[in-house]
Structures are given as structure tokens and as C-alpha cells.
């Protein structure tokens, strides 16, 4: 009775690590993102935290689910999302068309800005210097972000420049201080965070392109993409949204 009692416990046991370990779980939502990009996610304390974190905790809360985010670099978010390994993605992601044949987009929930950083005392004083014939110019982005694909096509593949691409933002940021590139084009919000850390840095006043953010979703899940899509909907309609954007960016 004991022996068999034991090979009961002893498959159970066995069943249940199977169960955990292989198929997903059906409580989680798993959220990639990118935590280099203050204020939508940043790590604070061990923790990722922002704009993004918070939307997305509150999607997860409105369904039901327990959310994981995971940190990954930006250039294997999408990858991830393609192959199933993450439910979704939230990471200031840009809606662009290259990407709506890779991924489903939810609507959009933020709008952001690509723009220019220089060294205080730069030649470079407008967008347009970056599309001089001859102009020839370092450009610093992060890897696989509109910012590196934009000035790729624009500027790379024209000959009117080079692009240096970087892991994260900071560290393009980190090469126009040490003068390795002669600016950054990145987005606004994460732009403004990296210009007032680092001193004799700015931002020029003209703006590159202007872009809708929202969340990147398998093309395999429509399921799950109208269920965010709902959940989303609902919070920009009730303003959370609008209130967590503004905890993290104050109105000017
Ligand atoms: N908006 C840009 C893009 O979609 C940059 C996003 C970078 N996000 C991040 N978490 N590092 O390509």
C-alpha cells in the first residue's frame, strides 16, 4: 500500500513538472521590452519600470493575468514576438509598415519624435545639415530602431554619412561626449532624459520624423490582439493612460 501510495506522489509529482515546465502558462502574460529607453521603461532599483511597465500592468491586471516582463535588447523583440516566445511586446515601438508585415499592431496608445542631439557647440544646427551634399557626418543610433533605419536609408545608403549603432541609446549618447559620432537621432522622451544627465549636450529644435507607438503582437494571436486591444482601448478611454504618461513626462 505504502510502495504504491509513494509511485502515486512520485507521478504527480513528475506530471506537474512537465506541466510547469513545458506548455505556457495560461495566468501570464509575458511583456518584452527594451529597459533602455527612460521614462517608457528603465531599471530602477532592480526592477523595470515606466510608461510602458505600468500600461502594461494594467492590461495584464484587466485580463485576469499576472504579467513578467522581460529584458531583452531592442533588435530581438520582434524576433520574439514572431516565434511565440513572448506574448507581447511594449517598448515604444514604433507602427511601421516593415514591421506591420512581421507583427500585428495594437492601436496607438503614444506619439514620439525622433530628434537630434549634438554637442552644444555643433555644426550641425538643423535636420536638414544631416541631407547636405558632403555633409558627411557620424550618426549615432540604437540598433534596429527607426532611428537606425531611418538614417540608413536616408543618409547611409545616399553616402551623405555614416550610422554607428549601439546596444542601447546611452552609449551613442555615451560616443557623442567622447566625440566618437557627431550626433544621435533618437527618439524625444528618452533624448531629454539623456541630454539632462549629460551636461553640454541639446537637442535641436527641429524634429526628424514623428511617430505612433503601440504594441507589437504575434501574428498567430489575433485572439490575444483583440483582447489588448480592448484592454488598451478602455484605459486610454478612462485616462489611465493619459495619467500614467503624464506621472513620468509633467506637462510643460
Ligand atoms: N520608437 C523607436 C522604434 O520603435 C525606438 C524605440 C526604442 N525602445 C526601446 N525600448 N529601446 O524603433
Excluded: H
Excluded at 71 to 86: A, C, E, H, M, R
Excluded at 172 to 179: C, D, E, I, Q
Excluded at 201 to 206: A, N, V
Amino acid at each position: 500500500m505504502k510502495k504504491v501510495l509513494s509511485l502515486v506522489l512520485v507521478l504527480a509529482l513528475a506530471i506537474s513538472l512537465v506541466a510547469c515546465g513545458g506548455a505556457k502558462n495560461d495566468n501570464v502574460l509575458t511583456m518584452a521590452t527594451n529597459a533602455e529607453f527612460p521614462p517608457y521603461e528603465f531599471m530602477e532599483g532592480g526592477k523595470i519600470v515606466g510608461i510602458d511597465a505600468e500600461i502594461g500592468a494594467a492590461i495584464a491586471e484587466k485580463l485576469g493575468k499576472e504579467l513578467v516582463i522581460e529584458n531583452v535588447d531592442f533588435d530581438s523583440l520582434i524576433p520574439g514576438v514572431q516565434t511565440n516566445k513572448y506574448d507581447f511586446v511594449m517598448a515604444g515601438m514604433t507602427v511601421t509598415d516593415e514591421r506591420k508585415e512581421q507583427v500585428n499592431f495594437s492601436q496607438t496608445y503614444a506619439t514620439g519624435v525622433q530628434v537630434i542631439i549634438v554637442k552644444e557647440d555643433s555644426k550641425i544646427t538643423s535636420v536638414d545639415d544631416l541631407f547636405a551634399e558632403g555633409a558627411n557626418n557620424k550618426i549615432g543610433v540604437q540598433l534596429a530602431t527607426t532611428g537606425d533605419l531611418y538614417c540608413t536609408w536616408d543618409i547611409e545608403d545616399e553616402g551623405l554619412g555614416s550610422v554607428e549603432r549601439f546596444n542601447k541609446g546611452a552609449d551613442a549618447v555615451m560616443a557623442l561626449n567622447s566625440g566618437k559620432v557627431d550626433c544621435v537621432v533618437i527618439d524625444n522622451e528618452p533624448a531629454k532624459v539623456f541630454v539632462a544627465n549629460n551636461p553640454g549636450l541639446k537637442i535641436l529644435d527641429t524634429e526628424y520624423i514623428t511617430e505612433d507607438y503601440a504594441i507589437a503582437i504575434s501574428k498567430d494571436a489575433p485572439e490575444l490582439l483583440a483582447e489588448i486591444d480592448k484592454a488598451l482601448g478602455e484605459l486610454i478611454a478612462d485616462g489611465t493612460v493619459k495619467n500614467i504618461i503624464e506621472k513620468y513626462i509633467p506637462a510643460e
